[in-house]
């Protein structure tokens, strides 16, 4: 069965601590992406990477910055928390074939405070 | 560019009943579809999708999609919903490079 997991399902972090998502598929994707979802704006993307050391920036990378260093895992790094940060974070993973569907991880619920 | 515009943000609906979520998109390429469905608390699975060929696509939990493509559209239905449908529903769009695009989500409610 195929799985994206993600490290934690809830955070609660500090205004100004450094925070690390992590994200492992097992399906030996080559891309992966990472989204924050709040209510009533859907699903935005921050960042994805199509290869171990590549990424590009979505509609939403401020304040977000991420390492892909082996093929199966992806992180999320917020340098300095902020409130507005508090989201649900969603990390996705696909193949780099002709079918564009994503895999998703069961996502982590960050509050900062 | 692309974009996904889902017409309802919350639709109720009596249990039995049939239903139908709305969603337009525009690209300036061709398109690949998805419907995904998230159950609360959890992430987002896939229920069905649009590549090619046919134009009604079947998908799991007895939904189905028709890709419209003169009215841009992707609408979801189900003749007959059940308590356990009461999720919300995310269409999306990919025109190419793997990059998708989601609408900002319809929360179906089911009423017993």
Not at chain 1, 39 to 60: A, T
Not at chain 2, 57 to 65: L, M, Y
């Amino acid at each position: 069965d195929v799985k994206v997991t993600q490290s934690s399902r809830y955070l609660v972090k500090r205004t100004g601590e450094k925070v690390f998502l992590e994200c492992v598929q097992d399906m030996d994707h080559e891309n992966m992406f990472w989204y924050r979802q709040d209510p009533g704006l859907g699903l935005r993307l921050i960042y994805f990477s199509y290869d171990v050391k590549m990424k590009e920036k979505g509609d939403i990378p401020e304040g977000y910055s991420v390492s892909r260093e082996k093929k199966e895992r992806f992180s999320l790094i917020l340098e300095s928390a902020s409130t507005n940060q508090t989201s649900m974070y969603l990390c996705a993973s696909s193949f780099s074939g002709s079918s564009h569907e994503q895999f998703f991880g069961p996502g982590t619920r960050l509050t900062v405070l | 560019a692309q974009s996904v515009t889902q017409l309802d943000s919350q639709v109720p609906v009596f249990e039995e009943a049939p239903v139908e979520l709305r969603c337009n998109y525009s690209s300036s390429v061709s398109v690949y579809l998805f419907w995904y469905v998230q159950y609360p608390n959890q992430g987002l699975q896939l229920l069905l999708k649009y590549l090619s060929g046919s134009t009604l696509v079947k998908g799991i939990n007895g939904f189905e999609a028709e890709f419209n493509k003169s009215q841009t559209s992707f609408h979801l239905r189900k003749p007959s919903v059940h308590i356990s449908d009461t999720a919300e529903y995310f269409c999306a769009v990919s025109g190419g490079y793997q990059k998708v695009t989601f609408g900002i989500g319809t929360k179906l409610q089911v009423i017993p």
